[in-house]
């Protein structure tokens, strides 16, 4: 209209509305630009995504190796800690005197001076003392170290 005033902008002009599109789009559009057709756009989707997945396995499987050694570790120490609590338990019992002397007697056959060793023989252990080679102590297989040495070489 002639005679009508426009209101006038005060130096602000405008500026043309961007869609802005989304990842797939742009990539889409990248790939459309470079003139790969849709087939190949999925071989190097498909080729991007498997060497994620390999870049990422390997770290996975050592994470979850590393996993299995330090519960196997724990496992292990936790037997090992109870091996010293019983450890431990048996010290103290040992600490006592009366407890050594009664050990030393039961396993070791020890004597205290002027007492009378007896050994009463079954007649199991005799059928035994039959079948060894009459070492010197008279029990089979001869001194107790032949003994041992026989059990470890068999």
Same mark, same amino acid.
């Given at each position: %209209?002639?005679?009508?005033?426009?209101? =006038?902008?005060?130096? =602000?002009?405008?500026?043309?509305?961007?869609?802005?599109?989304?990842?797939?789009?742009?990539?889409?559009?990248?790939?459309?630009?470079?003139?790969? /057709?849709?087939?190949? =756009?999925?071989?190097?989707?498909?080729?991007?995504?498997?060497?994620?997945?390999?870049?990422?396995?390997?770290?996975?499987?050592?994470?979850?190796?590393?996993?299995?050694?330090?519960?196997?570790?724990?496992?292990?120490?936790? =037997?090992? +800690?109870?091996?010293? +609590?019983?450890?431990?338990?048996?010290?103290?019992?040992?600490?006592?005197?009366?407890?050594?002397?009664?050990?030393?007697?039961?396993?070791?056959?020890?004597? %205290?001076?002027?007492?009378?060793?007896?050994?009463?023989?079954?007649?199991?252990? /005799?059928?035994?003392?039959?079948?060894?080679?009459?070492?010197?102590?008279?029990?089979?297989?001869?001194?107790?170290?032949?003994?041992?040495?026989?059990?470890?070489? +068999?």
């Amino acid at each position: %209209m002639p005679g009508e005033s426009r209101p =006038r902008r005060t130096g =602000r002009t405008r500026r043309p509305v961007r869609v802005r599109r989304g990842g797939a789009a742009r990539v889409a559009g990248a790939m459309r630009s470079i003139g790969l /057709s849709t087939t190949r =756009r999925a071989a190097v989707v498909a080729i991007v995504l498997c060497t994620l997945a390999f870049t990422l396995a390997v770290p996975l499987r050592t994470y979850l190796a590393q996993q299995a050694e330090v519960s196997q570790e724990e496992e292990r120490q936790r =037997r090992l +800690e109870a091996e010293i +609590e019983r450890l431990e338990e048996r010290k103290a019992e040992l600490e006592d005197p009366v407890q050594v002397e009664a050990e030393a007697r039961a396993r070791l056959r020890y004597v %205290m001076p002027g007492e009378t060793p007896y050994i009463v023989q079954l007649p199991e252990d /005799s059928a035994d003392v039959g079948d060894g080679d009459g070492g010197e102590d008279g029990a089979s297989g001869g001194a107790w170290y032949e003994r041992v040495w026989a059990g470890v070489t +068999e």
